[in-house]
């Protein structure tokens, strides 16, 4: 059944890449806790302890804001097709904005996306693998391509309006540091 590893080894990282969706949960010191889908081609694995994820603009920027209170990040896949796996990585992230010293460097990983917000960049101090018996099978079919339709739309200067007045605090009123 479970299992806890230092690192992510060969066969969990193939898997990582294998996968479609995850999902990514934060917590400020208060308020509420946040669990996020994410996809999108977003999440690179940089070795068996480090994995960035490009963050796109949403409706919210909850993990923005927790991450400035604390640094915890837990990310989560779910084996959707073939033999049941779930594997968590726990840790501490630190973000990164387009303008900040590293952003080019780490974005290098990801193909252009015009709503890109963020990197997150997670250090795995826990793997942690599980059965998945319970998780259903669903079958990927495609990308939706309505967030790059939205963001194309809207072009740069109508993504920074959007940042500032629906991404610059969190559902709880915290800053996001945008």
């Known amino acids: 059944m ?32 946040n669990i996020s889908p994410k996809g999108m081609d977003s999440l690179h694995v940089l070795g068996p302890n480090r994995v960035i994820w490009l963050n796109l603009t949403g409706s919210g920027n909850e993990t ?20 049941a796996l779930i ?15 590293g952003w080019k460097a780490l974005a ?9 917000r963020q990197i ?8 942690q693998t599980s059965c998945g018996y319970g ?3 669903f079958t990927y079919e495609k ?9 194309t739309h809207k072009g740069p200067e109508g993504i920074a309006a959007y940042w500032e007045e629906k991404n610059r605090q969190s559902i709880d009123g915290k800053p996001t540091g945008m």
């Not at 997150?120 to 793997?127: E, N, R, S």
């Open 2 to 33: 479970a299992k806890q590893l230092p690192s992510l080894d060969a066969k969990l990282i193939s898997f990582i890449q294998e996968q479609k969706l995850f999902f990514v949960g934060t917590a400020g010191n208060d308020g509420r806790v």
């Open 64 to 83: 923005a804001a927790h991450l400035l209170e604390q640094n915890r990040m837990t990310i989560m896949f779910c084996s959707f097709e073939g033999k």
């Open 87 to 101: 594997l968590r990585l726990y840790g501490s992230a630190k973000t990164y904005h387009p303008v900040d010293k």
């Open 108 to 116: 290098s990983h990801f193909p252009d996306h015009p709503s890109a």
């Open 120 to 127: 997150f960049d997670l250090t795995i101090d826990l793997v």
């Open 135 to 137: 998780v259903p099978y």
């Open 143 to 151: 990308d939706r391509d309505t967030l790059n339709k939205w963001a």
